[in-house]
Protein backbone atom coordinates (compact mmCIF):
# COMPACT_ATOMS: atom_id res chain seq x y z
CA UNK A 1 0.00 0.00 0.00
CA UNK A 2 1.38 3.58 -1.12
CA UNK A 3 0.25 6.29 1.07
CA UNK A 4 1.41 10.22 1.25
CA UNK A 5 1.71 12.14 4.26
CA UNK A 6 2.04 15.83 4.34
CA UNK A 7 2.49 18.62 7.48
CA UNK A 8 1.98 22.27 7.97
CA UNK A 9 -0.68 23.09 5.24
CA UNK A 10 0.17 26.33 6.61
CA UNK A 11 -2.97 28.20 5.48
CA UNK A 12 -1.07 27.40 1.30
CA UNK A 13 -3.93 26.62 -1.03
CA UNK A 14 -2.00 26.20 -3.58
CA UNK A 15 0.57 24.05 -2.15
CA UNK A 16 -1.82 22.21 -0.29
CA UNK A 17 -3.88 21.11 -3.75
CA UNK A 18 -0.19 20.80 -5.59
CA UNK A 19 0.13 17.64 -2.86
CA UNK A 20 -3.17 16.21 -3.47
CA UNK A 21 -2.48 16.31 -7.45
CA UNK A 22 0.89 15.28 -6.64
CA UNK A 23 0.45 12.33 -4.29
CA UNK A 24 -2.18 10.70 -6.29
CA UNK A 25 -0.49 11.31 -9.32
CA UNK A 26 2.07 9.09 -7.51
CA UNK A 27 -0.44 6.33 -7.34
CA UNK A 28 -1.18 6.74 -3.16
CA UNK A 29 -4.14 5.29 -2.02
CA UNK A 30 -4.80 6.86 1.40
CA UNK A 31 -3.16 10.80 1.78
CA UNK A 32 -2.86 12.26 5.62
CA UNK A 33 -2.22 15.59 6.67
CA UNK A 34 -0.20 15.82 10.45
CA UNK A 35 -1.82 19.14 11.12
CA UNK A 36 -1.04 23.14 11.51
CA UNK A 37 -4.14 23.92 9.06
CA UNK A 38 -3.96 27.33 9.46
CA UNK A 39 -0.37 30.25 10.21
CA UNK A 40 2.05 31.25 7.88
CA UNK A 41 0.04 31.84 4.96
CA UNK A 42 -3.40 34.39 3.96
CA UNK A 43 -6.11 31.77 3.56
CA UNK A 44 -6.58 29.21 6.27
CA UNK A 45 -10.29 28.79 5.20
CA UNK A 46 -9.49 27.43 2.13
CA UNK A 47 -7.77 24.47 3.12
CA UNK A 48 -11.02 22.83 4.47
CA UNK A 49 -12.89 22.37 1.61
CA UNK A 50 -9.81 20.67 -0.34
CA UNK A 51 -9.70 18.07 2.32
CA UNK A 52 -13.16 16.99 2.72
CA UNK A 53 -12.79 16.93 -1.34
CA UNK A 54 -9.97 14.58 -1.45
CA UNK A 55 -10.86 12.45 1.66
CA UNK A 56 -7.58 13.52 3.68
CA UNK A 57 -7.27 12.22 6.85
CA UNK A 58 -6.15 14.94 9.45
CA UNK A 59 -4.62 14.77 12.85
CA UNK A 60 -4.71 18.33 14.77
CA UNK A 61 -1.19 20.22 15.40
CA UNK A 62 -0.70 22.87 17.87
CA UNK A 63 -1.74 25.60 15.74
CA UNK A 64 -5.44 23.59 15.08
CA UNK A 65 -5.97 22.96 18.67
CA UNK A 66 -5.22 26.91 19.51
CA UNK A 67 -7.66 27.75 17.12
CA UNK A 68 -10.32 25.54 18.04
CA UNK A 69 -9.92 26.93 21.64
CA UNK A 70 -9.32 30.48 20.61
CA UNK A 71 -6.40 30.30 22.80
CA UNK A 72 -3.97 33.09 23.40
CA UNK A 73 -1.46 31.99 21.02
CA UNK A 74 -0.12 28.89 18.73
CA UNK A 75 1.32 26.78 21.36
CA UNK A 76 4.20 26.63 19.04
CA UNK A 77 6.71 25.61 21.80
CA UNK A 78 9.19 29.17 20.96
CA UNK A 79 10.89 30.87 23.88
CA UNK A 80 12.90 33.46 21.88
CA UNK A 81 11.14 36.81 21.80
CA UNK A 82 11.38 37.37 17.86
CA UNK A 83 10.25 33.71 17.24
CA UNK A 84 7.31 34.57 19.83
CA UNK A 85 6.76 38.05 17.88
CA UNK A 86 6.58 36.77 14.87
CA UNK A 87 4.35 33.72 16.18
CA UNK A 88 1.71 35.78 17.53
CA UNK A 89 1.41 38.27 14.40
CA UNK A 90 0.40 35.22 12.67
CA UNK A 91 -1.85 33.04 14.98
CA UNK A 92 -3.68 36.67 15.39
CA UNK A 93 -4.22 36.85 11.69
CA UNK A 94 -5.45 32.84 11.46
CA UNK A 95 -7.69 33.08 14.73
CA UNK A 96 -9.61 36.21 12.96
CA UNK A 97 -9.92 34.31 9.26
CA UNK A 98 -10.92 30.50 10.32
CA UNK A 99 -14.64 30.30 10.17
CA UNK A 100 -16.29 28.89 13.47
CA UNK A 101 -17.47 25.74 11.56
CA UNK A 102 -13.33 25.16 10.60
CA UNK A 103 -12.43 25.85 14.21
CA UNK A 104 -15.28 23.37 15.45
CA UNK A 105 -13.69 21.21 13.26
CA UNK A 106 -11.13 21.21 14.33
CA UNK A 107 -11.69 20.53 17.47
CA UNK A 108 -13.00 17.22 16.68
CA UNK A 109 -9.60 16.09 15.63
CA UNK A 110 -7.83 13.79 17.31
CA UNK A 111 -3.94 14.97 18.05
CA UNK A 112 -2.43 11.39 16.96
CA UNK A 113 -3.83 8.52 14.72
CA UNK A 114 -2.26 4.79 14.89
CA UNK A 115 -3.46 2.63 12.18
CA UNK A 116 -2.70 -1.00 10.76
CA UNK A 117 -2.11 -0.41 6.96
CA UNK A 118 -1.52 -3.88 5.10
CA UNK A 119 0.34 -5.66 7.82
CA UNK A 120 2.32 -2.46 8.88
CA UNK A 121 1.50 -0.70 12.45
CA UNK A 122 1.59 3.49 11.57
CA UNK A 123 1.24 6.03 13.73
CA UNK A 124 0.88 9.67 12.58
CA UNK A 125 1.92 12.55 15.35
CA UNK A 126 2.17 15.81 14.99
CA UNK A 127 5.28 16.93 16.98
CA UNK A 128 6.81 13.29 18.17
CA UNK A 129 5.32 10.18 20.33
CA UNK A 130 6.69 12.27 23.18
CA UNK A 131 4.48 15.55 22.79
CA UNK A 132 2.42 17.75 20.44
CA UNK A 133 4.86 20.76 20.04
CA UNK A 134 8.44 18.41 20.34
CA UNK A 135 10.45 19.26 18.11
CA UNK A 136 11.87 16.44 16.53
CA UNK A 137 15.44 17.09 15.21
CA UNK A 138 17.29 15.18 12.53
CA UNK A 139 20.19 16.24 14.47
CA UNK A 140 19.45 14.97 17.90
CA UNK A 141 21.38 12.09 19.32
CA UNK A 142 21.10 8.93 18.86
CA UNK A 143 20.02 8.46 22.53
CA UNK A 144 17.34 11.20 21.95
CA UNK A 145 15.63 9.43 18.60
CA UNK A 146 15.70 6.44 20.91
CA UNK A 147 13.74 8.00 23.31
CA UNK A 148 11.32 9.17 21.35
CA UNK A 149 10.91 6.05 19.15
CA UNK A 150 10.44 4.19 22.51
CA UNK A 151 7.35 6.03 23.19
CA UNK A 152 5.94 4.74 20.00
CA UNK A 153 5.16 0.58 19.06
CA UNK A 154 4.43 1.03 15.45
CA UNK A 155 6.47 0.02 12.84
CA UNK A 156 6.82 3.66 11.49
CA UNK A 157 5.96 6.74 12.77
CA UNK A 158 5.30 10.10 10.87
CA UNK A 159 5.92 13.63 12.36
CA UNK A 160 6.31 17.20 11.08
CA UNK A 161 6.43 20.25 13.53
CA UNK A 162 10.12 21.05 12.45
CA UNK A 163 9.15 22.14 9.09
CA UNK A 164 12.24 20.34 8.00
CA UNK A 165 11.92 16.83 6.54
CA UNK A 166 14.49 13.69 7.08
CA UNK A 167 14.21 9.87 7.37
CA UNK A 168 15.78 7.75 9.77
CA UNK A 169 15.59 3.87 10.23
CA UNK A 170 16.60 2.36 13.34
CA UNK A 171 16.54 -1.19 12.97
CA UNK A 172 13.50 -2.88 11.47
CA UNK A 173 11.40 0.53 12.50
CA UNK A 174 11.47 4.10 10.32
CA UNK A 175 10.49 7.44 11.37
CA UNK A 176 10.12 10.22 9.28
CA UNK A 177 9.95 13.81 9.38
CA UNK A 178 7.43 14.58 6.62
CA UNK A 179 8.59 18.61 6.44
CA UNK A 180 5.71 20.89 6.10
CA UNK A 181 3.65 21.69 2.87
CA UNK A 182 2.95 25.04 3.53
CA UNK A 183 6.69 26.82 3.12
CA UNK A 184 10.10 25.26 1.42
CA UNK A 185 12.52 23.92 3.67
CA UNK A 186 15.00 26.77 4.50
CA UNK A 187 17.37 25.37 1.70
CA UNK A 188 16.84 28.67 -0.88
CA UNK A 189 14.72 26.41 -3.00
CA UNK A 190 10.70 27.43 -3.65
CA UNK A 191 9.58 23.79 -3.67
CA UNK A 192 7.84 22.02 -0.40
CA UNK A 193 8.01 18.78 0.51
CA UNK A 194 5.67 15.89 1.48
CA UNK A 195 6.91 11.98 1.56
CA UNK A 196 5.70 9.33 0.00
CA UNK A 197 5.98 5.80 1.90
CA UNK A 198 5.40 2.53 0.49
CA UNK A 199 4.01 -0.12 3.38
CA UNK A 200 4.67 -4.01 3.79
CA UNK A 201 3.62 -6.29 6.73
CA UNK A 202 6.11 -5.28 9.51
CA UNK A 203 7.76 -2.94 7.53
CA UNK A 204 7.86 0.22 4.94
CA UNK A 205 9.68 2.19 2.71
CA UNK A 206 9.86 6.05 2.51
CA UNK A 207 11.04 9.12 0.63
CA UNK A 208 11.21 12.74 0.47
CA UNK A 209 9.22 14.39 -2.10
CA UNK A 210 10.04 18.13 -3.55
CA UNK A 211 6.55 19.54 -5.16
CA UNK A 212 6.46 22.55 -7.08
CA UNK A 213 3.57 24.58 -6.82
CA UNK A 214 2.33 28.29 -7.58
CA UNK A 215 4.45 30.49 -4.79
CA UNK A 216 4.08 33.00 -6.83
CA UNK A 217 0.59 32.95 -6.29
CA UNK A 218 0.85 32.47 -2.67
CA UNK A 219 3.10 35.06 -2.25
CA UNK A 220 0.66 37.86 -4.09
CA UNK A 221 -1.96 36.65 -1.30
CA UNK A 222 0.36 37.11 1.65
CA UNK A 223 1.34 40.41 0.40
CA UNK A 224 -2.39 41.66 -0.86
CA UNK A 225 -3.52 40.58 2.90
CA UNK A 226 -0.71 42.91 4.74
CA UNK A 227 1.27 39.90 6.06
CA UNK A 228 4.33 40.87 6.93
CA UNK A 229 7.45 40.99 4.33
CA UNK A 230 9.51 38.69 6.50
CA UNK A 231 6.61 35.97 5.43
CA UNK A 232 6.62 36.70 1.55
CA UNK A 233 10.34 36.86 1.46
CA UNK A 234 10.62 33.11 2.73
CA UNK A 235 7.67 31.98 -0.02
CA UNK A 236 9.76 33.82 -2.22
CA UNK A 237 13.36 33.13 -1.76
CA UNK A 238 13.24 29.65 -0.09
CA UNK A 239 15.14 30.83 2.93
CA UNK A 240 14.07 31.67 6.42
CA UNK A 241 13.68 34.86 7.86
CA UNK A 242 11.61 33.58 11.10
CA UNK A 243 11.61 30.75 13.36
CA UNK A 244 15.65 30.50 13.76
CA UNK A 245 16.30 30.84 17.39
CA UNK A 246 14.36 27.30 17.37
CA UNK A 247 17.02 25.81 15.28
CA UNK A 248 19.37 23.72 16.27
CA UNK A 249 23.56 24.62 15.02
CA UNK A 250 23.27 21.94 12.75
CA UNK A 251 19.63 22.78 11.13
CA UNK A 252 20.64 26.25 11.71
CA UNK A 253 23.70 26.78 9.35
CA UNK A 254 22.36 25.23 6.50
CA UNK A 255 20.06 28.50 5.75
CA UNK A 256 21.38 31.83 4.42
CA UNK A 257 20.53 33.67 7.70
CA UNK A 258 21.65 32.64 11.62
CA UNK A 259 20.81 35.36 13.51
CA UNK A 260 17.78 38.03 14.43
CA UNK A 261 19.01 41.63 14.11
CA UNK A 262 17.47 42.45 17.47
CA UNK A 263 20.41 39.82 18.73
CA UNK A 264 23.29 41.54 17.20
CA UNK A 265 24.23 44.03 19.41
CA UNK A 266 24.39 41.60 22.44
CA UNK A 267 26.37 38.74 20.00
CA UNK A 268 29.13 41.39 18.92
CA UNK A 269 29.53 42.71 22.92
CA UNK A 270 29.54 39.09 23.52
CA UNK A 271 32.47 38.09 21.22
CA UNK A 272 34.41 41.88 22.66
CA UNK A 273 33.34 43.79 19.03
CA UNK A 274 31.12 45.98 20.16
CA UNK A 275 32.17 48.42 17.79
CA UNK A 276 32.35 46.98 14.47
CA UNK A 277 29.78 46.37 11.74
CA UNK A 278 27.53 43.99 10.65
CA UNK A 279 25.23 45.73 8.14
CA UNK A 280 21.63 44.14 7.39
CA UNK A 281 21.96 42.68 3.81
CA UNK A 282 18.09 43.48 3.09
CA UNK A 283 15.94 46.22 5.73
CA UNK A 284 12.79 44.84 5.04
CA UNK A 285 13.10 41.43 7.33
CA UNK A 286 14.26 41.04 10.80
CA UNK A 287 17.36 38.79 9.80
CA UNK A 288 20.79 38.44 9.31
CA UNK A 289 23.65 35.97 8.15
CA UNK A 290 26.97 35.29 9.51
CA UNK A 291 28.65 35.02 6.12
CA UNK A 292 30.58 38.41 5.87
CA UNK A 293 29.84 39.64 9.08
CA UNK A 294 32.15 40.36 12.23
CA UNK A 295 32.00 36.57 12.95
CA UNK A 296 33.43 35.34 9.77
CA UNK A 297 34.57 37.61 7.49
CA UNK A 298 33.85 36.77 3.64
CA UNK A 299 37.65 35.44 2.24
CA UNK A 300 39.46 32.57 1.84
CA UNK A 301 42.80 31.75 2.80
CA UNK A 302 45.12 29.18 1.15
CA UNK A 303 48.19 27.15 2.73
CA UNK A 304 49.84 27.10 -1.18
CA UNK A 305 49.35 28.92 -4.12
CA UNK A 306 48.76 25.50 -6.03
CA UNK A 307 45.72 25.03 -3.79
CA UNK A 308 44.48 28.41 -5.72
CA UNK A 309 42.73 26.49 -8.51
CA UNK A 310 40.04 27.69 -11.32
CA UNK A 311 38.15 25.17 -9.40
CA UNK A 312 38.36 26.75 -6.06
CA UNK A 313 37.83 30.50 -7.42
CA UNK A 314 34.54 29.37 -9.26
CA UNK A 315 33.55 27.59 -5.90
CA UNK A 316 34.56 30.65 -3.88
CA UNK A 317 32.48 32.80 -6.57
CA UNK A 318 29.36 30.66 -5.88
CA UNK A 319 29.61 30.85 -2.50
CA UNK A 320 29.82 34.46 -2.32
CA UNK A 321 33.21 34.71 -1.70
CA UNK A 322 35.64 36.69 -3.91
CA UNK A 323 38.71 37.52 -1.61
CA UNK A 324 40.89 34.64 -1.81
CA UNK A 325 44.68 35.67 0.47
CA UNK A 326 47.32 33.56 0.28
CA UNK A 327 48.28 32.39 3.96
CA UNK A 328 51.87 32.94 4.79
CA UNK A 329 51.90 35.87 2.15
CA UNK A 330 49.64 37.99 3.94
CA UNK A 331 49.09 38.67 7.65
CA UNK A 332 46.15 37.14 9.11
CA UNK A 333 44.43 38.65 11.50
CA UNK A 334 44.82 37.10 14.47
CA UNK A 335 44.04 39.98 17.36
CA UNK A 336 39.84 39.31 17.70
CA UNK A 337 38.55 36.69 19.30
CA UNK A 338 35.14 34.75 19.86
CA UNK A 339 34.14 35.80 22.88
CA UNK A 340 37.76 37.60 25.19
CA UNK A 341 40.92 36.54 24.52
CA UNK A 342 40.72 32.87 25.95
CA UNK A 343 38.39 32.32 23.45
CA UNK A 344 39.03 31.13 19.74
CA UNK A 345 39.87 33.80 16.71
CA UNK A 346 37.40 34.78 14.91
CA UNK A 347 37.43 31.98 11.95
CA UNK A 348 38.85 32.78 8.56
CA UNK A 349 38.61 29.70 6.64
CA UNK A 350 41.63 28.22 5.44
CA UNK A 351 42.60 25.18 3.14
CA UNK A 352 45.35 22.89 3.37
CA UNK A 353 45.76 20.02 1.58
CA UNK A 354 44.83 18.41 5.15
CA UNK A 355 41.92 19.97 5.13
CA UNK A 356 39.71 22.59 5.82
CA UNK A 357 40.87 24.89 9.22
CA UNK A 358 39.43 27.66 11.55
CA UNK A 359 42.38 30.15 10.85
CA UNK A 360 45.17 30.62 9.10
CA UNK A 361 47.47 31.11 12.04
CA UNK A 362 46.31 27.26 12.92
CA UNK A 363 47.34 25.72 10.31
CA UNK A 364 49.27 23.46 12.58
CA UNK A 365 45.95 21.64 14.34
CA UNK A 366 44.29 19.60 12.89
CA UNK A 367 41.69 20.75 10.53
CA UNK A 368 37.79 20.90 11.32
CA UNK A 369 37.14 19.51 8.15
CA UNK A 370 40.36 16.97 6.99
CA UNK A 371 40.61 15.78 3.24
CA UNK A 372 39.49 12.66 2.53
CA UNK A 373 41.52 9.50 1.67
CA UNK A 374 42.17 10.16 -1.58
CA UNK A 375 43.17 14.00 -1.18
CA UNK A 376 40.01 15.94 -1.95
CA UNK A 377 38.53 18.47 0.11
CA UNK A 378 34.76 19.44 0.50
CA UNK A 379 33.67 22.37 -1.13
CA UNK A 380 33.70 25.99 -0.30
CA UNK A 381 30.07 25.91 0.07
CA UNK A 382 29.87 22.33 2.65
CA UNK A 383 33.04 23.69 4.37
CA UNK A 384 31.54 27.55 5.09
CA UNK A 385 28.33 26.12 6.27
CA UNK A 386 30.64 23.92 8.62
CA UNK A 387 32.08 26.64 9.99
CA UNK A 388 29.07 28.69 11.07
CA UNK A 389 28.07 25.37 12.58
CA UNK A 390 31.04 25.57 14.49
CA UNK A 391 30.54 29.11 15.20
CA UNK A 392 26.96 28.83 16.42
CA UNK A 393 28.07 26.01 18.79
CA UNK A 394 30.31 28.18 20.43
CA UNK A 395 28.09 30.82 20.91
CA UNK A 396 25.84 28.47 22.47
CA UNK A 397 28.21 27.28 24.93
CA UNK A 398 28.96 30.77 26.06
CA UNK A 399 25.59 31.68 26.71
CA UNK A 400 25.16 34.09 23.36
CA UNK A 401 22.70 32.63 22.40
CA UNK A 402 19.79 30.74 23.70
CA UNK A 403 20.17 27.04 23.08
CA UNK A 404 17.87 25.31 20.61
CA UNK A 405 14.33 24.27 21.68
CA UNK A 406 13.03 20.77 21.47
CA UNK A 407 11.33 18.06 24.71
CA UNK A 408 13.33 15.61 25.69
CA UNK A 409 10.76 12.20 26.35
CA UNK A 410 10.27 11.30 30.42
Not at 43 to 68: K, M, Q, S, T
Amino acid sequence: MRIAVCGGAYSNPYAFNAFIQDARRHGAEYLYCLGDLGGYGAEPDAIWPLLREHDVHCIAGNYDVAIAQAGPDCGCGYRDPRDNEYAQIMYDYTLKHTSRDFADWMARLATERQETLDGCTVHFVHGSPAGLNDFWWESLSEQEHTERMAVSEADVIFCTHSGLPWTRRMGRRLAVNVGVIGRPPNDGGLDVRYALADLTPGGATARIISLPYDWRAQAQSMRSAGLPEAFVRTTETGWWTTCLEVLPAAERSRGHYHVYDSSVPSLLEACSQPESEWPAEDPDIPVRTLYGSPLLPDRLWVAEPTLASDTLYEQARVAGITCILAAGDTPAPSDRHLGGSAEPMVPELTLSRAGWHWHPALLDAPPFLPAGANGTCVSVRTARQALVQEVLQHLHRIGAMAPPRYCVPS
